[in-house]
């Protein structure tokens, strides 16, 4: 009788556990939503970079990961709870993470042969564009391009899906397919 129970409610606790990490990662991708929004407010409205300079670390920067850390109440807010491999990005001043964050608002504040940053008030579909998401952690990189990276950066951890935090504060969980167009990404996308 036992067994019978225990086979019947296992996968039950399973299919639970499962959908309380995936809530605590939606919290999590909302909390670095504030950070981030924290961030653009002390910055003139100016989004978080993906990276900007660091010239005396001998690093090609510092990440978002460690921008954002003055107003995050810790690092575990950058952990999935599915993610068992974080990872920091190498050659970069970062920390282990298992979001990404959109190329296309910020890839970088001072590096490379294009740097720039979006500011808020020039994008207006802050509820279409996706900020953060959960990220392929096997990738070694901040982020994602729609252009040069399609989804292929984007982690479906949670039951085939992932979580995704938008530009107006809001995370859902979506199929990967959901986002896999360029007005998820690109704020100047028609």
């Avoid at 670095?32 to 003139?44: E, F, I, T």
């Amino acid at each position: 009788i036992i067994a019978v129970l225990f086979a019947i409610l296992f996968p039950v606790f399973s299919r639970a556990r499962a959908s309380a990490r995936s809530a605590a990662c939606v919290s999590q991708l909302s909390q670095l939503y504030k950070a981030a929004k924290m961030y653009s407010d002390d910055h003139d409205r100016t989004l978080v970079p993906a990276r900007t300079q660091a010239r005396s670390t001998g690093t090609q920067g510092i990440t978002w990961c460690v921008l954002l850390e003055p107003y995050m109440k810790g690092d575990q807010i950058l952990i999935c709870p599915e993610d068992d491999q974080p990872r920091a990005t190498a050659s970069s001043i970062c920390k282990p993470h298992s979001y990404g964050i959109n190329y296309l608002l910020s890839y970088n504040s001072a590096w490379g042969a294009y740097p720039f940053v979006l500011n808020m008030s020039s994008i207006n579909r802050v509820s279409d564009i996706v900020q953060f998401f959960d990220m392929d952690t096997r990738q070694d990189a901040m982020g994602a391009s729609y252009q040069s990276h399609r989804v292929s950066r984007v982690a479906a951890r949670h039951n085939e899906r992932a979580n995704f935090a938008f530009l107006d504060g809001h995370v859902k969980n979506l199929p990967v397919q959901s986002v896999d167009n360029v007005r998820s990404w690109n704020p100047f996308a028609p």
